[in-house]
């Protein structure tokens, strides 16, 4: 029936029940006015999917309209919304849609081809495109990644975990012998001072005036964790009248006197002979320490006052002989001379040449001996 007789025809029928229309646009359809008057079908216009969806608000035709669908095909109740088409396959089927109305025309196209449009248009949207894209909702939703992560293979063999040691670490054993690192005795170690000054002592130091030693007395020295003393010492300030020694020379008496006598009776004369002039002052290098011998565990005669080093020599011209390895042809005779003299006086004599720790001085003490002999190097 042609749209103008079907218009003619609902005007002079009695009114029937409104229909519940779908939400659903039918794009072939014209919008029916809600006056009565029916707007002309704007014809061979081209209209683009966003604009048909918005535009196009069509209602079911009423039944009499309706056709009836052939056997096996599914009918769709009125009333009941068909969902929109997918974004990305609309503006396919609008597309062809539009091609449909050009080649047809809208007036020609009947109930029965509408029906067979909308059958395939929900075919089609029963059997989405897998390579369509999906349409970007608004959300930021993450991106399956094109190649599913590997997790990380764990290794056949677990390492093993530290294990507590079986037995607990033992602290360094003490040496067998501790005794090794002390040093040997010596008897002198147990001297202490008495209450009064044995009469030795007092002949000593009345001795060293006659000689015009000047001295300090010094209060006793005694170290027996190590085994050093001195229980009767003296600090030197001369040897003599004319005589220095410095710095200040603590030593035993017996010791004092051996030097005292030593400078006066041997370097004096050796001076005189030697340069013309007269012995003026010793430099001392040592003389009371508390230590042993070098490399050894028995106590060092210093360690007793018992020993002195004498270092140079100051004539009275000014004139500074040193002890060491290689001295000028004169000073090196006047240091042999001295040195060939204390051994006899002295129980020990060493100097450049008999080691490494005596290249640099004279080293004189009275440590006792078997028959009273000496060492010289």
């Known amino acids: ?134 349409p970007s909702t608004g959300e930021n939703e993450p991106e399956p990644p094109d190649v599913a992560p590997t997790p990380t293979r764990k290794p056949d063999i677990a390492e093993p975990e530290a294990q507590p040691p079986t037995v607990a670490p033992q602290p360094p054993q003490k040496p067998a012998d501790a005794d090794e690192e002390k040093m040997l005795p010596d008897p002198r170690s147990a001297d202490v001072p008495d209450e009064k000054m044995p009469a030795e002592e007092v002949a000593c130091r009345e001795r060293l005036k006659t000689l015009g030693v000047e001295f300090e007395e010094h209060k006793a020295e005694s170290q027996p964790e190590i085994g050093c003393s001195i229980p009767y010492p003296i600090v030197l300030k001369t040897l003599g009248k004319s ?48 230590r042993p011998r070098n490399g050894t565990r028995k106590l060092s005669e210093h360690a007793f006052g018992n020993a002195l080093d004498i270092a140079s020599f100051t004539l009275s011209d000014g004139k500074r002989i040193e002890v060491g390895p290689a001295p000028p042809e004169k000073d090196a005779k006047f240091l042999n001379n001295v040195r060939k003299a204390a051994c006899g006086p002295f129980k020990t004599v060493l100097g450049p040449g008999a080691d490494a720790d005596h290249s640099l001085h004279f080293h004189l003490d009275l440590e006792p001996r078997r028959h009273g002999g000496t060492f010289c190097q």
């Open 1 to 134: 029936m042609p749209v103008e007789a079907r218009h003619r025809h609902r005007h002079h029928k009695p009114p029937t029940p409104r229909v519940e229309q779908p939400l659903t646009p039918r794009a072939d359809q014209p919008l029916k006015p809600r006056g009565g008057k029916r707007l002309k079908p704007r014809r061979h216009r081209q209209v683009t999917p966003k604009q048909t969806q918005q535009k196009t608000q069509a209602s079911l035709p009423s039944p009499a309209d309706v056709p009836v669908p052939e056997p096996g095909t599914p009918i769709t109740q009125p009333g009941i919304p068909v969902p929109e088409p997918r974004p990305a396959d609309a503006p396919k089927a609008e597309a062809a849609k539009i091609e449909e109305q050009k080649r047809v025309g809208p007036k020609a196209a009947e109930a029965p081809d509408r029906f067979k449009e909308e059958k395939s248009h929900q075919e089609k949207q029963a059997r989405p495109e897998p390579l369509a894209p999906e």
């Open 243 to 290: 005589i220095a020694i410095a710095p200040g020379t603590e030593l035993n008496c017996k010791m004092a006197e051996a030097t005292a006598h030593f400078a006066a009776g041997v370097i004096q004369p050796a001076a005189k002979a030697e340069f013309g002039a007269d012995l003026k002052s010793i430099g001392q290098a040592s003389a009371f320490v508390c």
